[in-house]
């Protein structure tokens, strides 16, 4: 006759082996991310984003960011956010309004896809402070050091922080200032960084991170 112990353990080892098999029918069973369109992508960025950010996401306008090799996560959050609202822009949300989900994942991965062409600095007197804030942060106003998010070449991180490398110097300065003034609302972190930040901060970080690549 079997102990109380060992029917106990044998009941215990069943049950995992059921969810053990469960889980594994369950990846089995969950179709695979689709994958994006980069011809739609295409026929999208012509007929919606190419005028004011360029066929290919290059060097346009300087109000503009270059989306070219831009993460495609964070192009497509932006967008939603766009759509959705959270973040403000009459241009962007009237634009960001009539794409569903694949849209803007096909004319994200389209962008992506494209090589960034570098930038450069324009203001040498500024350069070094710019670079000073980029690597190292103000330390005695607890601004973190833009190289632990964007990393130390401007490259960024998917989804969550943007490559700055090569950007528009004017428009990453739009940007910090829309964040410190409250504009912009769909990032807590930069919007609490750029309010310790004064303009002449803002102005060198921007312009040393069209430099960076």
Do not use: W
């Not at 497509?76 to 634009?95: H, P, S, T």
């Amino acid at each position: 006759m079997k102990s109380v112990a060992s029917v106990v353990a044998s009941t215990v080892v069943s049950l995992m082996l059921v969810a053990s098999a469960s889980v594994a029918f369950a990846e089995e069973a969950k179709p695979a991310a689709k994958k994006a369109d980069l011809a739609k992508g295409e026929l999208t960025s012509k007929n919606v984003c190419a005028a004011c950010h360029t066929s290919d996401g290059s060097r346009g306008s300087p109000a503009n960011p270059i989306i070219q090799g831009q993460h495609p996560e964070y192009l497509v959050k932006q967008l939603a956010e766009f759509k959705a609202g959270k973040r403000q822009n009459a241009v962007m949300q009237g634009m960001a309004a009539a794409l569903t989900e694949d849209d803007m994942k096909n004319v994200a991965a389209f962008y992506a896809g494209k090589t960034a062409k570098p930038g450069f600095a324009k203001n040498k007197a500024t350069v070094e402070l710019g670079e000073k804030i980029y690597r190292g942060g103000i330390a005695d106003r607890n601004v973190p050091a833009c190289a632990g998010c964007h990393s130390p070449n401007g490259a960024g991180l998917p989804a969550q922080y943007p490559r700055l490398g090569g950007q528009h110097a004017d428009y990453v300065e739009a940007q910090l200032i829309a964040f410190r003034s409250g504009a912009r609302k769909n990032s807590v972190p930069m919007t609490g960084v750029a309010a310790k930040m004064n303009d002449r901060e803002i102005k060198a970080v921007a312009d040393y991170v069209a430099g960076l690549h």
